[in-house]
């Protein structure tokens, strides 16, 4: 199903542009009250940028990046890629917009403790197939090479919590996704790890042309990025892909 067009009033959006016009998102606190969390009037990310989302504990950075995926949809406002709403779209519409679209690094890394490293790492083809291909299964050992996971056929559960982090990152570009959501994807590293990792997510990022976004209190991993938001306080931004 195509995805829906732009309400009245918003331009035309670039190519793969992600675009956050007059959205607000509130969650419910302990007493069943809502509280806004979320108020971005005006949010512009061009193709192919890297974008840091800076700001407190608590501050929506998690809720951000979950309103970007079609995980949570805004109270008010749209949520817009490639000129089209995803957040007015049906959940079975936004699901299938959000595997062939987005690859998520989760807080948490949401591995499967049983399965190994490989079939983490290979687990959205197996959404989309019966089958895992070939291709699939050649990329899967090279990115997990290239993370340092020696090892495809370690449990999950017996990794430490780096490897787990690594292992996450491969997943979330395994089908070279244009755009990659990051949740804290260095949190669980020493500096060294940090910065290798970093560098990993950036290098496949811009190899694949992605956008990246990154919720992060790493400076170092901030510093790589083109620009950084600020969350917690408006915003009101156009961040284009610096050269
Ligand atoms: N599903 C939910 N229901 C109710 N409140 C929520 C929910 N998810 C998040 N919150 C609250 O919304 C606020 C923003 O949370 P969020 O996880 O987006 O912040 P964050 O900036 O990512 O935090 P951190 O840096 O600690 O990961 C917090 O007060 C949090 O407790």
């Not at 807080?107 to 699939?136: C, G, K, M, Y």
């Not at 020696?150 to 430490?160: E, N, P, T, Y």
């Not at 290098?203 to 170092?220: K, N, P, Q, R, Y």
């Amino acid at each position: 199903m195509p995805v829906s067009a732009l309400p009245d009033g918003l331009p035309e959006a670039a190519a793969k542009t992600l675009h956050l016009h007059g959205v607000t998102l509130d969650h419910r606190g302990g007493d069943g009250r809502p509280f806004r969390v979320l108020d971005i009037p005006d949010l512009t990310i061009s193709a192919g940028a890297r974008i840091g989302l800076r700001g407190p504990s608590g501050s929506g950075k998690t809720s951000l990046l979950h309103l970007v995926a079609g995980l949570l949809v805004p109270d008010a406002g749209t949520v817009a890629w490639d000129g089209k709403s995803v957040s007015a779209l049906p959940v079975s519409a936004r699901d299938r917009w959000r595997r062939e679209t987005i690859g998520f690094v989760f807080q948490d890394f949401h591995l499967i403790p049983e399965l190994d490293v490989a079939a983490n790492i290979t687990l959205p083809a197996t959404f989309s197939a019966w089958r895992i291909d070939r291709a699939h299964h050649e990329r899967a050992a090279a990115l997990a090479e290239r993370m340092g996971l020696g090892d495809l056929r370690r449990k999950a559960r017996v990794l430490s919590r780096g490897e787990q982090q690594r292992v996450a990152i491969a997943r979330a570009v395994l089908n070279r996704p244009a755009l990659i959501l990051a949740d804290e994807p260095t949190a669980s590293l020493d500096a060294a790890h940090a910065a290798e990792v970093g560098s990993l997510l950036v290098e496949v990022a811009a190899e694949a042309g992605a956008t990246l976004i990154c919720a992060s209190h790493d400076a170092a991993l901030l510093a790589r990025m083109n620009d950084v938001v600020e969350i917690g306080t408006v915003t009101n931004k156009s961040l284009a892909l610096a050269s």
